[in-house]
């Protein structure tokens, strides 16, 4: 009787621990490396920060990592640490898209996948998946609120406009600002549109780095080269890809003088905090609202799904190609945010309190 009790508890005991072994700890323990680009823009500590509370709730081990302030070389050796330290998966934000070439053989060699986080990661076939919002739609939408602000299809015009992208090293310029040019572009070839400068081009537009400084010495420069002020030439609208630009470009707006009373239209994207108090101010038009919690709540999915055999759920096969083909994607949806909607879109869904924003 006492040995087939022993036996019987001996047996639901390796049972339990076959189960736990399969299905809890050792599963759920496995490490999951992130690397994100810079801790110097709050975007992407909040996706670093969401991405390590939603992978931690699920049971995974994180390793979080931010490459310096931009730092290739860092990010490069931070990636080659999370690969010997036995990352099951890499999560990567690319500072630059096309210098993770090396580095991903070798996770590819030890068979760890790769999520490309918001940025693709180019001319590699180690990259799995790529998890992002919709880049075009971020560009279209800037576009879009150009136009409607200017009421470019009623209003004869002409209209004077700048036109500022980030970092001609970040995939998502190609999107963001060819969304932005599509919609743009024909009332340029009109001339309904105008770009005083001449500066035209994606490599003319780039904001090195998506750096606020750099962003404003070069609207000071077209301050100055074009005359625009309050009392000088008009300047009706421009177009900037993120928030971290325009700050540079609404400090360089405010030194020469203008205010909430006659400022440019200005787009932007990502409603970081500074961004979002220029909103409120008058001194920015709009920003674009991409809830980082949704992105990263996509990524822990993926991984979950990649680390039980499955197929992660995408939703685009078609648009992201990084050189060695179509990288399998899933885009999460972008919205635009304007002084009237922004209590709907981040107060009430818990993103910021009205405090943070004052
Ligand atoms: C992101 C933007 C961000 C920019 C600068 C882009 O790749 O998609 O949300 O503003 O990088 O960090």
Wanted: proline fraction near 4%; hydrophobic fraction near 40%.
């Amino acid at each position: 009787m006492r040995k087939s009790f022993v036996s019987v508890v001996t047996l639901f005991v390796f049972a339990l621990s076959v189960c736990v072994g399969f299905a809890g700890p050792a599963f759920a323990a496995a490490r999951i490396g992130i690397s994100m680009p810079t801790q110097s823009l709050q975007r992407w500590n909040q996706d670093g920060a969401n991405m390590k509370a939603q992978f931690e709730a699920a049971g995974y081990e994180v390793d979080l990592q931010f490459g310096g302030d931009n730092e290739v070389p860092v990010q490069v050796a931070q990636i080659e640490n999370m690969i010997s330290g036995g990352c099951k998966v890499l999560v990567i934000s690319a500072i630059d898209g096309s210098s993770l070439t090396t580095v991903l053989e070798d996770a590819k060699a030890q068979g760890i996948p790769v999520i490309a986080y918001d940025r693709l990661i180019m001319n590699t076939d180690a990259v799995s998946y790529y998890a992002t919002f919709d880049n075009f739609k971020v560009g279209t939408l800037q576009g879009e609120f150009i136009r409607n602000q200017l009421n470019l299809d009623s209003d004869a015009g002409p209209f004077n406009i700048e036109l500022f992208t980030g970092d001609p090293g970040d995939n998502n310029i190609n999107f963001f600002f060819g969304g932005a040019m599509h919609i743009l572009q024909p009332y340029i070839d009109s001339g309904k549109l105008v770009v005083p400068s001449g500066q035209v081009t994606r490599d003319q537009a780039a904001t090195p780095g998506w750096s606020t400084e750099r962003a404003q010495s070069r609207m000071e420069n077209l301050i100055t080269a074009n005359g625009y002020g309050p009392n000088g030439t008009v300047l009706h609208a421009v177009y900037s890809s993120n928030d971290s630009v325009a700050n540079g470009i609404t400090n360089a707006l405010v030194g020469a003088g203008y205010t909430a009373d006659n400022f440019p239209i200005l787009t932007g994207q990502d409603c970081d905090v500074t961004s979002m108090k220029n909103i409120l101010a008058g001194t920015q038009s709009m920003s674009i609202f991409k809830d980082t919690r949704t992105l990263a709540a996509q990524v822990v999915k993926m991984v979950d799904a990649i680390l039980k055999g499955e197929e992660p759920e995408v939703n685009d096969t078609e648009t992201y190609d990084n050189g060695t083909g179509i990288i399998p994607s899933f885009l999460c949806d972008p919205v635009f945010c304007t002084v009237d909607n922004y209590r709907e879109l981040l107060i009430d869904s818990g993103y910021y309190t009205e405090d943070q924003l004052r």
